[in-house]
């Protein structure tokens, strides 16, 4: 379960970088990975919960970990602005799921 979520998140900041690459949709060589990026991200997703991963940290994983790299990745490929203040807020994100599951597994 944890593998497929795994991949769910990487394809979800591959469709997500896409997306930015697409220039609003306007490089048209661009829809096709954002369109299956997502559609494989989300059937991943959902195998995962059916593999009986708890909602609440299968998308707080997904999206914690979603938002912190393509905040990196977007720096590097985009030139997009990083700034520690953003930093904090990924490393607090990231807290909250760690919480989040930390409370989900003590029961």
Known sequence: MWSALAVAILLEVVATLCLQASDGFRKKIWIVPVVLGYSASWALLWVSLSLGMHVGIAYGVWTACGVALV?????????????????????????????????????
Request: aromatic share 6%.
């Open 71 to 107: 905040a990196v990745l977007a720096r590097f490929l985009f030139a997009e602005r990083l700034t520690p203040v953003m930093g904090l807020g990924i490393v607090l994100i990231m807290a909250g799921v760690i919480i989040i599951e930390m409370s989900v597994a003590g029961h």
